[in-house]
């Protein structure tokens, strides 16, 4: 087996253990708050979509995220479908939002999209408000609690954490088919070499758009569920810091990476309590000491990070298997 | 017709505001390559030390020349301490740092100085004057006449001395730059010290419009990226020219345009961006490409 | 009288080994061709002796080792190394070019008189001087990387493959710039090369390397003469 997959291996088992182990170890409080990071980290492979294989940065994501809290909301609410039917809702809708957003960005690059997409970002709490009518303003909107169907015995908190989880599980299962199918490719090439790209016959107009709707979709489905989880959702929740630390989360996790994800919705969620956590007034100055010491340490992300050290001591535990299998040869 | 020119006034009162940030962002852009999401807050950092020499007894005078020098010194650390490490790290990692420093220093402030707004002195003689009906404030003139004095040394470094050509040259290419002779880390650390200091003279001109508090500079942020990208990331007097723009068209969307109003004024500069990037991807005044963050 | 002492080099990229314990001397005033296929060392060499790649092993430079001395020291000392692909400042214009090139010198007077000599030197420089250097042909911007390293007044000028895309007309007006300032200025030349043929008319000596060792050696005439090492090592027919 080569060093590549078996710390493959090795990973998807810790992480499907920590998954598993989770729920059992964790009191219901903190567990509602694993699964928001959950909803966070589904937004964050899509955003690893455009950004780690598409090479494209996108600073409105926070904003796409609220679209789809706010379809599944108004779905809801105003129409009273259930909960978890209006997700596939929630992304579809959010894609088509998306291509919109994306239509300058087969113009823009880099730095350019980034500060247009900021700005959608910043405005889109005061849409919010501005179409009250239909959003519920500074209210906000309801959602109706989650409860486990009868056959399955669980606390709600214990259901909501596996609802989240199969959507989460769904949208990596979406990202690695996109990612290893010919949309993957073409966005590979495309990130490493536009015209070269072109060259080749990647249609680069349907590939970056492609990218664009996927990347929203999931940023649409982690808001439904988002909204989902935290039952109420009003225009604070939909700042533009929530798009800046998306982006956080997805670099300090590791662009690159499902499981990097994760990693970064955790740490979108928790670091920075446990920030405040050590010290009120200190919390935020921790917060960005750990950001910047973070980069230092792992500039590819944490994943890029752990990967590096588990297959220095995967290889260094077989260089010594390898030898002490020598050494016994040589005796007999 | 007195209203549009009032209007135009106010606009370009607040246009003042974001050609300051634009101003000091694209100083570092320049001598960097760096977008620095920090840099406001750096600023307003460097006004409340002002503030503070001044709670303190110190004369405005002194206080502000004391707090310049000590933002050229923060400037020069924040670069030796985090950036210059991850010269070589991807361009992510830098915008993750840079983000960092952004809730660095408003943290900071936060802890040391609390949330509550304080008034901050200004450096022009309070009132104004009329022109027709049009009442203009000696403030905005004072700060405009400020900024441009800085666009222009700064242009001036840049195009026509050694260190410019040099700092310009280490912005563009290390390798090449270390090749000839140019003290690449020595030019990235200069660059940081002198945006340290305009970015802190920005703040310490509109502080007394703002009121000083941690996060003054936290809004205006995407108003002085938008400035920057509509005048052109390599020019000074462009990222004056744009905030002033992006300041008179925000003003005259609110009034005049019923489905922007008030609340939703954002959207200008959004549309103005958006309009230059299609049209003239460089900005009004920028003379080269601009893709990497 | 020896300029440069190499002994026992020694360089990486990363774990890569790209030079093994490789050792020459030049004299001063001596055009040395530097010649080996792609991927054999040439550019590491050069690398490694301005600066830009940390090694092992010894370098002395007029009696100085190098192995601590920063990259603007050694141009102060008098290295100067033309990079491959000419480390042309192409957002920055002509004139700007030939001043970065004076980057470590600090008398003014001493600028404005080499710009003059170069700019008469290179008539087309001159008249583009205004323009913006990515603007230049291929051979205008070789000739400009040869003035602006010429203005820091280097004693040893080092040149990484100047035929790279360029006709060999132009190549050939390039190597005679270089064989004009062996001559009347006595500049120690090192010029990396795979254009064998032309660069061995007029360098005085040469070496070839290959997989990261110094293989053969000998002045230009033997190395003309000599068929196996130009059919074993650098791929030149009869």
């Not at chain 1, 970056?208 to 959702?233: D, E, H, K, M």
């Not at chain 2, 002194?62 to 301490?81: E, K, M, N």
């Not at chain 2, 943290?107 to 450096?123: D, K, N, T």
Request: net charge neutral; with cysteine; hydrophobic share 50%.
């Amino acid at each position: 087996m080569s060093d590549g997959s078996r710390s493959r291996l090795v990973k998807f088992g810790l992480f499907a253990a920590a998954a598993v182990l989770l729920p059992l170890l964790l009191p219901g409080y903190a567990l509602q708050q694993v699964c928001i990071a959950i909803a966070y980290a589904i937004a964050i492979m899509g955003l690893n979509l455009l950004m780690g294989f598409g090479g494209q940065i996108c600073l409105a994501q926070g904003a796409l995220f609220g679209v789809g809290a706010y379809v599944t909301a108004i779905l809801n609410s105003d129409y009273g479908i259930h909960p978890i039917a209006t997700l596939p809702m929630s992304a579809t809708a959010t894609a088509l939002v998306g291509l919109v957003v994306g239509l300058p960005a087969l113009r823009l690059q880099g730095l350019q999209l980034a500060i247009v997409t900021f700005g959608i970002a910043a405005a889109f709490p005061q849409l919010l408000l501005k179409m009250g009518g239909i959003t519920g303003g500074v209210s906000g909107l309801p959602i109706d609690g989650l409860e486990a169907p009868t056959w399955v015995p669980v606390s709600p908190e214990l259901w909501l954490y596996v609802v989240s989880q199969c959507c989460a599980g769904i949208a990596a299962l979406l990202v690695t088919l996109m990612l290893f199918g010919d949309v993957g490719r073409a966005l590979r090439a495309q990130r490493d070499n536009a015209q070269i790209a072109e060259a080749l016959g990647v249609n680069l107009t349907k590939t970056r758009l492609w990218a664009f709707a996927g990347s929203s979709a999931l940023a649409g489905l982690g808001g439904g569920v988002f909204a989902i989880i935290t039952g109420f959702i009003s225009p604070e929740s939909f700042l533009a810091i929530l798009s800046i630390n998306i982006v956080i989360g997805s670099i300090v996790g590791g662009v690159t990476s499902v499981v990097g994800a994760f990693l970064g919705g955790l740490f979108m969620v928790f670091v920075p309590t446990w920030a405040s956590d050590i010290n009120l007034s200190l919390g935020n100055l921790i917060y960005g000491l750990a950001l910047i010491l973070i980069m230092m340490v792992a500039r590819n992300g944490v994943t890029g990070f752990i990967e590096k050290w588990l297959s220095t001591i995967l290889r260094r535990t077989a260089d010594n298997t390898a030898s002490v299998k020598e050494t016994r040869e040589e005796l007999t | 017709m007195s209203l549009f020119f009032q209007l135009v006034v106010s606009g370009l009162t607040t246009g003042a505001i974001y050609a300051a940030l634009a101003l000091a962002l694209v100083l570092i852009f320049r001598a960097t390559n760096v977008v620095n999401f920090g840099q406001g807050e750096m600023a307003t950092f460097s006004a409340y030390c002002t503030w503070q020499l001044m709670e303190w007894g110190a004369p405005l005078w002194v206080a502000l020349l004391v707090s310049l020098a000590g933002s050229f010194a923060v400037g020069v650390i924040t670069f030796r301490a985090v950036i210059r490490p991850l010269m070589s790290a991807p361009v992510e990692a830098i915008v993750v740092v840079t983000l960092g420093i952004f809730v660095l220093f408003q943290a900071a402030g936060m802890w040391l100085w609390g949330a509550e707004q304080r008034s901050f002195p200004s450096l022009f003689p309070d009132g104004g004057f009329n022109v027709g009906d049009v009442r203009i404030l000696n403030s905005t003139v004072g700060t405009l006449v400020i900024l441009v004095m800085i666009a222009v040394l700064m242009g001036l470094i840049f195009s026509f001395t050694r260190l410019g050509l040099s700092m310009r040259a280490a912005a563009f290419d290390h390798a090449r730059s270390v090749l000839v002779g140019v003290n690449v880390e020595r030019m990235l650390m200069l660059g940081w010290g002198f945006a340290a200091v305009i970015g802190a003279f920005a703040a310490i001109l509109i502080a007394p419009r703002l009121f000083l508090n941690p996060t003054m500079m936290t809004p205006i942020l995407f108003y002085g990226l938008a400035a920057a990208t509509l005048g052109g990331w390599d020019s000074p007097l462009g990222a004056i020219a744009g905030g002033l723009i992006v300041g008179v068209a925000e003003s005259l969307g609110a009034s005049y345009l019923s489905f922007i109003g008030a609340d939703m004024r954002i959207a200008v500069p959004i549309a103005l961006t958006l309009l230059i990037l299609l049209v003239k991807p460089v900005g009004l005044f920028g003379s080269y490409k601009v893709t990497k963050l | 009288m020896t300029l440069l002492q190499i002994k026992d080099l020694s360089a990486f990229y990363g774990r890569t080994q790209a030079l093994f314990n490789c050792s020459f001397d030049v004299s001063e005033g001596e055009f040395i061709a530097l010649l080996g296929s792609n991927g054999a060392g040439k550019t590491t060499m050069l690398r490694a002796l301005s600066g830009l790649l940390h090694f092992e092993g010894s370098i002395a430079y007029a009696g100085t080792s190098l192995g601590k001395v920063s990259p603007q020291r050694r141009l102060e000392l008098g290295i100067a190394h033309i990079p491959q692909g000419r480390g042309t400042f192409t957002e920055f214009t002509v004139d700007e070019n030939l001043s970065l090139g004076a980057t470590i010198v600090t008398s003014r007077s001493q600028i404005k008189e080499d710009k003059e000599r170069w700019y008469d030197a290179f008539p087309r420089l001159k008249e583009r001087r205004d323009q913006l250097a990515g603007n230049l042909s291929g051979g205008e911007q070789q000739m400009l990387a040869v003035a602006r390293a010429l203005m820091s007044r280097p004693k040893l000028l080092m040149c990484d493959e100047p035929s790279l895309g360029l006709a060999p007309s132009i190549t050939q007006e390039i190597l005679t710039i270089f064989k004009t300032l062996h001559r009347d200025h006595g500049m120690t030349l090192l010029v990396v090369e795979q254009n064998v043929d032309i660069t061995l008319q007029y360098a005085d000596r040469a070496f070839v390397i290959e997989a990261g060792q110094i293989v053969a050696s000998g002045t230009a005439v033997e190395m003309v003469n000599n068929e196996d090492i130009k059919k074993s090592y650098l791929g030149v027919a009869g």
